[in-house]
């Protein structure tokens, strides 16, 4: 298998560092920021339009592959690669966060998780083992290991028997996994907002040795300083050979501050969900493209921004396809707050290598609008 992970620089002023994933479909330049294509597309984008803004690796969702088009007919098409034609690196999340999403249409034992299907109301019985086949079916470079994402609040024994249930799972999935030569497993780390819980967690997956480490069930409707608190003491167990991912995040704010906390790799849904309503990030700011003040505004949606949107078309004419609907709208916000994002990374990554990264960050924040009277929104 050619999957390895190389540490290439370690900050001077914090945890954040530099590094380069390699895969069967290519490598990966970290920290990096990854694309939702929750149902084996990135909502309005085309293959090409990624590779144009330099995405380097997107993430598919497990549990909707699954139920439709089937893991079975993908395979039969000769993996997602070649069925969505995306020739460069893919991870699949587990399925785990959304079938737990599901609250009172699932039922979870230690076997696994029988759940009713939100298309239609079929059954399903999604086990750590059936997690890998599914996986092993779909042919992506990067799987994740069956886990149970603890809501958030939730209680000290709740939280200790799910994250124990976890570690078991996770035993089960890198025993069941068939496709070891082309598909990196990687554990997740997890334990709420315990510290005792998330250090035993990351001991007993360490202990199993997985190619990477994943930081799942934080961005859960925690306060952000819980959720950087929990990232301080938990990164560090992680092996610094070995690539992170904190799963779920996609603000600015949170990428730089799970980057300075040594985390390599992130994804969400947030930028391309912001796009679909009208909302753009800006290097000033967010901004609401339907507000009337946009109207007859003909500059670009951020002047600094080298993105295909922003040097072709003013606010004052995005404003009007989504007044109208008109899906070009969508498609053209999604372009830019991809770009917005990918771009930021690449900017971070320079900044990790000339060891100015917290400069940078202030410098960000204060032009974002980040700082208020009580400190970062």
């Not at 587990?94 to 609250?103: A, I, K, P, R, T």
């Not at 992170?244 to 994804?267: H, K, N, Q, T």
């Not at 004052?316 to 916000?333: S, V």
Request: charged fraction near 25%; charge should be neutral.
């Amino acid at each position: 298998m050619t999957f390895k992970y190389e540490l290439i620089k370690e900050s001077k002023e914090c945890n954040a560092r530099l590094g380069k994933v390699y895969t069967n479909h290519g490598e990966i330049e970290t920290p990096i920021f990854m694309p939702v294509g929750t149902k084996a597309t990135v909502k309005t984008m085309t293959p090409e339009e990624l590779e144009n803004i330099e995405a380097q690796i997107i993430l598919s969702n497990t549990y909707h592959l699954y139920l439709r088009p089937g893991h079975d007919l993908i395979n039969e098409a000769g993996g997602l690669h070649k069925f969505m034609k995306w020739n460069k690196p893919i991870l699949t999340d587990s399925g785990g966060f959304q079938v737990f999403s599901l609250g009172n249409l699932r039922n979870i034992t230690e076997e696994g998780v029988t759940f009713t299907s939100h298309i239609d109301g079929s059954k399903h019985f999604i086990s750590p083992e059936k997690s890998m086949e599914i996986q092993n079916y779909l042919g992506s470079d990067i799987i994740m290991a069956f886990d149970e994402c603890a809501p958030y609040p939730s209680s000290w024994d709740y939280v200790k028997a799910s994250m124990e249930r976890t570690t078991r799972w996770a035993k089960r999935c890198k025993d069941y996994h068939k496709n070891i030569e082309n598909q990196a497993l990687f554990g997740i780390v997890q334990g709420g907002m315990y510290e005792d819980l998330r250090k035993e967690s990351a001991k007993q997956l360490v202990d199993l040795d997985f190619p990477g480490y994943a930081v799942g069930g934080l961005s859960v409707g925690e306060p952000p300083d819980l959720m950087y608190e929990v990232l301080d003491y938990t990164v560090p167990l992680l092996p610094k050979n070995k690539p992170r991912y904190l799963m779920g995040v996609g603000s600015p704010d949170y990428l730089f501050e799970a980057v300075i906390r040594g985390i390599d790799m992130a994804d969400c849904v947030l930028p391309t969900r912001m796009a679909r309503n009208g909302a753009f990030m800006t290097s000033k700011g967010r901004i609401t493209i339907k507000n009337a003040k946009y109207k007859r505004d003909f500059t670009p949606i951020d002047p600094q921004c080298k993105c295909y949107t922003c040097q072709n078309y003013s606010k004052a004419y995005i404003r009007h396809l989504f007044k109208e609907n008109e899906i070009l709208g969508a498609r053209l916000a999604t372009i830019h707050n991809l770009f917005f994002l990918i771009n930021l990374m690449k900017n971070i990554r320079i900044s990790i290598k000339e060891d100015n990264l917290l400069k940078f960050k202030d410098e960000f924040y204060k032009e974002y609008g980040y700082y208020t009277k009580g400190g970062v929104n």
